[in-house]
């Protein structure tokens, strides 16, 4: 079993930044691709981004492509999002999710968090 811990989340300005950490234990997730996900009110979960195994590759969602980067440290067990340029409509709570194929659909992951709540104000 693999447990997730996502932190980091808050309040923010539009044009801000943060950076959520997902910090997970039961077992090393270095087989394992992690990506991150948000729901917002009213909304299904959505993909935000995904990291392989390695870190070498990287996928975005297109609402977020170029403004989050996504990254992982293997040897703290953790993966990362750096979100700049925060926007109003990325207001969301954010998911960090395991599984073992890069995809966009959350069928795809068998681990999740509890989610950290993103709030960008305007």
């Known amino acids: 079993q693999v447990q997730l811990v996502e932190s980091g989340g808050g309040l923010v300005q539009a044009g801000g930044s943060l950076r959520l950490s997902c910090a ?22 959505t993909f935000v981004a995904a990291v392989s195994r390695s870190g070498g590759n990287t996928y975005y969602a297109d609402s977020v492509k ?4 996504i990254s992982r440290d293997n040897a703290k067990n953790t993966v990362y999002v750096q979100m700049n340029s925060l926007k109003p409509e990325d207001t969301a709570v954010y998911y960090c999710a395991a599984g073992f194929a890069v995809a ?11 989610g950290t709540q993103v709030t960008v104000s305007s």
Request: no cysteine.
């Open 24 to 45: 997970a234990s039961g077992r090393t997730v270095t087989n394992l691709v992690m990506g991150w996900f948000r729901q917002a009110p009213g909304k299904e979960r």
């Open 66 to 69: 170029g403004r989050f980067t």
């Open 104 to 114: 966009m659909s959350t069928n795809e992951y068998n681990y999740w968090g509890q």
